[in-house]
């Protein structure tokens, strides 16, 4: 896999920021103050758009597992949820995460990361606060250090 940091001479110079490069749309994600770096999604650990075999969460907390692909918040009694995420050792891949109920807007949805995995910027956990909302979270390598960036 090909990261490339921005203003390094690189294949990614001459294309728009989301683009394709060995036909693969480019994600950008910031670097902990670093710059901007593009990364082709065909590069990230078992990308997938399919919401095939979603779970609907229903009560709070919940536990990603290692099959989990699409998460759908439905909750039977609406109010804080907290999300567990898997550690990325054990990740097949992405994980979309979706209200579909419309009460994010009243509680939030905090998810929070596996042991010392991080979420981009190098945040510890990340919040859902607007209704309907929904997230793709993908684990790539920046560095040494395994990342959930946010789509």
């Known amino acids: 896999m090909a990261v490339y940091p921005v203003g390094d001479p690189n294949p990614l110079d001459n294309y728009p920021i989301i683009g394709s490069v060995d036909g693969s749309e480019l994600l950008p994600i910031e670097n902990k103050g670093a710059g901007k770096l593009y990364v082709p999604l065909s590069a990230i650990k078992g990308y997938s758009n399919s919401l095939a075999d979603a779970v609907v969460i229903t009560s709070s907390p919940y536990q990603v597992t290692s099959t989990d692909a699409a998460l759908l918040i439905n909750l039977t009694v609406p109010g804080a949820l907290t999300i567990n995420m898997r550690p990325w050792s054990s990740s097949a891949g992405g ?57």
């Open 95 to 151: 994980v979309y995460i979706k209200d579909i109920s419309g009460t994010i807007g009243l509680y939030n949805v905090t998810i929070n990361r596996a042991g010392s995995d991080l979420f981009e910027g190098g945040a510890t956990s990340f919040t859902l606060a607007t209704p309907y909302e929904g997230r793709e979270f993908l684990p790539i390598l920046i560095g040494s250090q395994w990342t959930w960036i946010v789509k």
